[in-house]
């Protein structure tokens, strides 16, 4: 069966009303705003008053660089959640909501996979309870309220060749990485060049996730600088005053979504950042929630450790108030031999020197989480195809690379394919944590971010375009120096070439822009060739989806 197929059946007969989930971990109907039977928003008053509750355990999953052999960190994630329930632990688990990006295009969902799903699984990976478009509204209303500033007299003196906020959409959609607008006379506007991201990659969309309450949301909006002047003076959405315009539009985005795993484990799904672009974590509110709600909270960050993994420790944590007790990495035989050189097509077949040399990749990835000070666990997810042999090695690996390796088969039989996994973690959650910070934000830009390229990618030099050492100096000028960083970097390798797979080392990073986000409260790097605004493939998996006449979807993974 497909992973919708096992969704549907389940959905149709197994799943429990949202309130019985919420009633688990101690909310009451009054704690929930429904979303039909099967989805809830936690309000406001609930959110405030589990804040001055205690924190749980928490446990962040991680994983090595994605490939298309498949990682399933999501379907770990979940799976774990379950398992550790099946051993009578109070999970929850909080994830990030999918973007129709990755949906309609390549990558798939963010629901996991097999028996270890989020359910209604269309319904999360489709519209949700319309946190995105709310997302996509406020960015656009705020972009169309700047041109009309411009318009209507330019009070603030915004230079239109400097403007830095962008209009978006939550699909990939190349042909407006770089647009005109105004065109067509004195009463269409002022024309300008400009560019579109994917919802994700907004500033708004990494305030979301950061916020910690309505009151932090708005002051980080204020903070939001949407351009400079002609004499380049930072331009606010404060100074536009329109602030309290954009936070009414997220007033009940910034609420999490509270659904259940197949086998009824309470998730909370809140924000979705991608990880190669922005800083990949759910919001702190999700999480911060799950940690009230649990004795552990299970979290995920997107992509590799070297992007969402060390952007949750030096992001998100400080945010977040709460540092990981455990890091558990998924790596797969398929991926790793695939970054030993074996080809896709023929994954299947044995290849334990393949393997090894693959294994550079995992090595890498539980070394830099090793250096926070916080014990790691290696989650083998595994596939059909792998051989006694190679998943011998890889435990072996992974026990010389001083990190414990549990096998998982968590898609086939849900939570009790990781009951092994969870007992590693409960292990690992009875050993001291010493977290250490990768670097201190006092430090300035460039050596925060030869900190990152040197000892998380295991780079070398780093060189800086024109462009983006004015922007240092415009930052600095402005104070902003001492911001944390959010590299955006290919998610397929520790360098910025997307085709140097395994453990590459003594290379160049090449940062093309430094762009301030002041209410996300991070400088995002722009490195290589990343976008912000992703393509489609040429066989986008929207070609697989359909909807039948009385409402039934298909294609959707």
């Known amino acids: 069966m497909s992973d919708i197929e096992i969704a549907q059946a389940n959905e149709a007969t197994e799943m429990k009303p949202i309130t019985e989930i919420g009633a688990m971990v ?65 999970a929850v688990i909080a994830l990030r909501e999918p973007s129709l990006g ?14 270890a799903q989020v359910v209604p699984m269309e319904d999360i990976n489709l519209h949700f309870t319309g946190d995105m478009h709310a997302l996509t509204t406020a960015v656009d209303t705020l ?36 647009v005109t607008i105004g065109l067509g006379g004195v009463t269409s506007g002022v024309p300008r060049e400009t560019e579109f991201d994917i919802t994700v990659a907004s500033e708004l969309m990494a305030i979301l ?14 903070r939001i600088v949407i351009g400079y002047t002609y004499d380049r003076t930072p331009v606010t959405v404060a100074d536009l005053g329109v602030t309290g315009a954009i936070a009414m539009l997220l007033r009940d985005a910034i609420k999490p979504n509270l659904v259940q795993t197949l086998a009824h484990t309470p998730t909370l799904i809140h924000g979705g950042p991608f990880a190669n672009i922005a800083h990949g974590c759910n919001s702190i509110l999700a999480t911060r929630t ?34 990981p007790d455990v890091v558990v990495i998924v790596a797969t035989v398929r991926a790793l031999k695939y970054n030993g050189g074996q080809k896709l097509a023929t994954l299947t077949e044995e290849n334990r020197p393949a393997l090894q040399a693959g294994f550079g990749n995992l090595k890498r990835h539980i070394h830099n989480m090793k250096r926070y000070g916080v014990p790691v666990v290696v989650a083998i997810n595994e596939f059909a195809t792998d051989t006694e042999a190679e998943l011998n090695d890889l435990i072996s690996l992974c026990e010389a690379a001083g990190a414990t390796a549990v096998r998982a088969n968590v898609w086939g039989e849900g939570g009790h394919g990781g009951l092994a996994l969870a007992d590693a973690v409960s292990t690992a959650l009875q050993q001291p944590a010493d977290f250490t910070p990768l670097y201190d934000n006092a430090a300035a830009p460039k050596a ?25 100096k415009t930052i600095a000028k402005n104070g902003w120096d001492q911001l944390p960083i959010c590299m955006a970097k290919t998610q397929y390798s520790f360098s910025d070439d997307a085709k140097a797979l395994g453990a590459p080392s003594d290379f160049t990073i090449h940062v093309r822009d430094v762009v301030p986000r002041l209410g996300a409260g991070f400088l995002v790097v722009m490195t290589g060739s990343v976008l912000t605004m992703p393509g489609l493939p040429k066989q986008p998996a929207a070609l697989n989806m359909d909807v039948s006449d009385d409402g039934v979807i298909s294609g959707l993974f």
């Not at 969902?109 to 097999?114: D, F, H, V």
Request: hydrophobic share 40%; aromatic share 4%; charged share 25%.
């Open 290 to 323: 799950a940690l009230a709600l649990g004795d552990i909270a299970i979290t995920e960050a997107g992509f590799g450790a070297d992007l969402g993994g060390e952007k949750f420790m030096d992001i998100t944590a400080p945010a977040l108030g709460k540092t």
């Open 26 to 90: 101690g909310l009451s109907a009054d704690d929930l705003e429904l979303y039909g039977k099967s989805k809830a928003k936690l309000t406001l008053a609930a959110l405030k008053r589990l804040r001055q509750q205690p924190q749980g355990k928490l446990v962040l999953v991680t994983s090595i660089n994605p490939t298309p052999a498949g990682e399933g960190k999501s379907t770990v994630t979940i799976g774990l959640g379950d398992a550790l329930r099946l051993r009578g632990q109070n």
């Open 209 to 222: 996730c950061l916020a910690e309450d309505l009151a932090d949301l708005k002051a980080r909006i204020a």
């Open 143 to 178: 972009a169309a309220l700047i041109d009309n500033h411009l318009q209507q007299g330019n009070a603030l003196n915004i230079d239109p060749r400097r403007i830095l906020w962008r209009r978006v959409l939550d699909i990939n959609d190349r042909a407006l990485r770089h």
């Open 448 to 472: 925060k971010i030869e900190t990152i390229v040197q000892q998380i990618y295991g780079g070398r030099d780093v060189v800086y375009d024109h462009k983006a050492e004015l922007a240092l």
């Open 102 to 115: 990755p949906v309609m295009g390549m990558k798939g969902g963010a629901t996991g996979g097999g028996y």
